[in-house]
């Protein structure tokens, strides 16, 4: 609905400048009438200065409305554009009325009074202002002219260049190039600029210029929607993309038209798979794919699509729409990261250890009891992937860490640190017990490892370390502490 209203908005916008435009020609034809009819060179001289209010904007508005038409309209966007544009339509327009040194004194002709044409710089200047602007009136109609696609709009579009090319060449001829050679006709410049407002009228009647249909409606929403959107011939050529795809992906709407889609995606094979897809189905919502940017980043996104038909169902082309979603992506990453659980093992991750084991350090310090770390390295974890591959090797893990879970107690901390590495925060137990603790903890995993139905062999190496909350160290210290008990009881059973 916004962009509708956006749309009928610029609507509004351009049937004011237009408008305008064609009430300042009114009023300049028409003094240009009353001068050459007055029966005075008072009166004659009285509609010059009637004239002189008014001539100056034409052009102005003129070229206002082509950067609109032509959609050039962000250059209006730029503060300096408007001074530039009707800046000097208005200083002229105040000179000419004050003075005679644009338009000069009114002088009687056989068809009646006119006026002269003084040689000042300020006429010059000008002069040169209207040629200027004329100008680039008309080269911004002829370019969208050759831009635009055949049909509505090209029709439409020529009727414009045919009412802007008549009264800026008649001007240019009339005002600065006839005068030289002393050659001077007659109203010229305001009957071809009254051509002007009529030709380009006629083709916002004929062919509903500002109007808002579906088809300019949809054009707009494409144009402004938030997804990239992508429409492809069958084969999967680009014909078309919009503002956002251009922008996401890096590419100007030049370098995609008529190159194959798989030019914007990772994998190529994947994208002509998503398009036979679309074939068969005849359309396919929320496919997560991985685009590729023209620097060369990849940009996850959620690919939409379905085909479109004509009336006999044959196949016109496909369109695509992709919603950028790096951002949910990194607040997935974001998050897994935040996770306390090892996704493999059930136990918890490093992160979630630490994240308790500080938290019972703290309750341990208060209550003033005493804790005991066991780190366990599984033994063999390379072998047993070299041996039966990656899946026997995650299989190994969670073995392992079922049997941690089943020897300790629901309220000890069991964790997976990383690899092939695994620690145990017992709770409230004493130094003196650690021996007792550990051997009662080996004898419970020897018999369970000899149950695990398991092809190879399971084996741990272990470490403890107590804390103290009277010599109380951090869960850092305590673990590089079990670490050590651990290697060395690994090199003495080595040295054995």
């Known amino acids: ?71 050039k309209s962000k250059w209006l966007k730029a503060k300096a554009t408007p001074f530039l544009i009707y800046g000097p339509a208005v200083l002229f327009s105040a000179v000419d009325f004050t003075t005679y040194s644009i338009t000069g004194r009114p002088i009687l002709k056989s068809w009646g009074y006119t006026y002269s044409i003084p040689d000042t710089w300020i006429n010059w200047l ?115 993309t919009n503002r956002k795809a251009q922008e996401t992906l890096g590419y100007e709407e030049r370098d995609l038209a008529g190159k194959f889609v798989g030019l914007v995606m990772s994998d190529e094979k994947v994208c002509l798979g998503l398009i ?21 980043r990849r940009i996850p996104a959620v690919l939409s699509g379905s085909m479109i038909k004509d009336p006999n169902g044959a196949i016109l082309g496909i369109i695509g729409i992709l919603r950028d979603i790096s951002d949910r992506k990194r607040i997935e990453e974001e998050l897994r990261a935040l996770s306390l659980v090892d996704e493999l093992t059930g136990l918890y991750n490093r992160r979630g250890f630490m994240t308790l084991a500080k938290h019972q350090q703290k309750i ?36 392992m860490a079922k049997i941690l879970k089943e020897s300790f107690r629901g309220s000890d901390i069991t964790a997976r640190l990383g690899g092939d590495e695994f620690a145990v925060l017992a709770l409230e137990a004493a130094a003196p017990c650690s021996e007792r603790l550990k051997a009662r903890f080996e004898e419970k995993l020897l018999s369970k490892l000899a149950a695990a139905a398991v092809p190879f062999r399971l084996s741990f190496s272990v470490g403890m370390a107590c ?30």
């Open 276 to 296: 036979d897809q679309v074939r068969q189905e005849g359309s396919i919502e929320n496919v997560e794919v991985l685009l590729r940017t023209k620097p060369g």
């Open 126 to 240: 000008c002069n040169g202002w209207s040629a200027l602007l004329g100008i680039l009136a008309l080269i911004l109609a002829l370019r969208h002219y050759f831009l635009v696609p055949d049909g509505k709009k090209k029709a439409a579009a020529k009727y414009v260049v045919m009412g802007i090319s008549l009264p800026i060449l008649g001007g240019i001829s009339s005002e600065i190039v006839l005068p030289d050679f002393a050659i001077r006709i007659p109203e010229l410049t305001s009957v071809s600029m009254t051509w002007l407002a009529l030709w380009i009228g006629y083709a916002v009647w004929k062919y509903e210029l500002f109007a808002v249909n579906p088809a300019m409606a949809a054009e707009n929403i494409i144009a402004t929607m938030n997804e990239m959107f992508f429409l492809l011939n069958p084969e999967g050529a680009i014909i078309r």
């Open 364 to 399: 341990a310090f208060r209550t003033g009891k005493e804790m005991m770390l066991i780190y366990a390295d599984m033994d063999g974890l390379k072998k047993i992937n070299d041996t039966y591959g990656h899946p026997a090797g995650d299989a190994a893990l969670a073995q």
């Open 467 to 496: 804390w103290d909350p009277k010599a109380p160290c951090s869960i850092e210290e305590l673990l590089a502490q079990a670490d050590q008990a651990m290697y060395a009881e690994k090199s003495a059973r080595k040295a054995l």
């Open 1 to 71: 609905m916004g962009t509708i209203v956006f749309f009928q908005n610029k609507k509004r916008y351009l049937n004011i400048v237009f408008g305008c435009s064609c009430l300042f020609v009114s009023l300049w034809a028409f003094s240009e009438f009353m001068y050459r009819q007055a029966g005075s060179s008072a009166a004659a001289g009285f509609w010059i200065k009637i004239r002189a209010l008014v001539w100056t904007y034409p052009l102005a508005f003129l070229l206002h409305f082509l950067l609109i038409y032509t959609k």
